[in-house]
């Protein structure tokens, strides 16, 4: 629900769930959760309790603040060595208002490449805002450079003035 301050009424939002089955074989990245903040703590255990994140359910963000999300990668392939190594790239671009309007190519906005020791992370990145206002689509792909899999999961968002 949401309170519009000056006229002191609420209002419901509502939207579909897409339960995904994860299994144990198949490289897997969770859906994109955007917040209106994520506060990562540093005294906690690198799991979800590490993370304090502050919801956004009206997908909306200032054309110059930034846009938070959150997400978890599931079943990296550990090497010889019990470690993992992936890549992640952020992408995003313009979405069209109309479905017969053509389609913007995704623009790359961030690539790199991490190593860690588990078969799971949870990871949250802030991108940056200095757009036009308007419909996003925020897309993020992951690659297993020791399965070579690849996975990805994409949301959207809209800039506001």
């Known amino acids: 629900e949401a309170e519009d301050q000056i006229k002191k009424t609420v209002?419901?939002?509502?939207g579909g769930v897409k339960v995904q089955e994860f299994g144990n074989d198949t490289l897997q990245v969770s859906?994109?959760?955007l917040?209106?903040?994520?506060?990562?703590?540093?005294e906690a255990a690198m799991d979800r309790q590490r993370?304090?994140?502050?919801p956004n359910p009206l997908q909306q963000c200032n054309r110059l603040g930034q846009a938070y999300f959150y997400?978890?990668?599931?079943?990296?392939?550990?090497?010889k060595f019990g470690a993992t190594k992936y890549e992640v790239t952020y992408q995003v671009r313009t979405q069209t208002?109309?479905?017969?309007?053509?389609e913007k190519e995704w623009?790359?906005?961030?690539?790199?490449?991490h190593q860690g020791n588990r078969e799971w992370e949870p990871i949250y990145q802030v991108l940056n805002l200095d757009a036009v206002p308007g419909l996003r689509k925020f897309r993020v792909v992951v690659r297993d450079l020791n399965s070579l899999?690849?996975?990805m999961s994409e949301t959207e968002f809209r800039v506001m003035w």
């Open 149 to 151: 899999q690849e996975a």
């Open 107 to 113: 623009t790359t906005a961030v690539s790199y490449t």
């Open 71 to 79: 997400y978890e990668i599931y079943n990296m392939e550990k090497d």
């Open 31 to 33: 859906d994109l959760l």
């Open 51 to 54: 993370f304090l994140i502050l």
């Open 11 to 14: 209002g419901t939002f509502r």
């Open 97 to 102: 208002e109309s479905e017969a309007a053509e």
């Open 35 to 42: 917040a209106r903040k994520v506060v990562e703590r540093e």
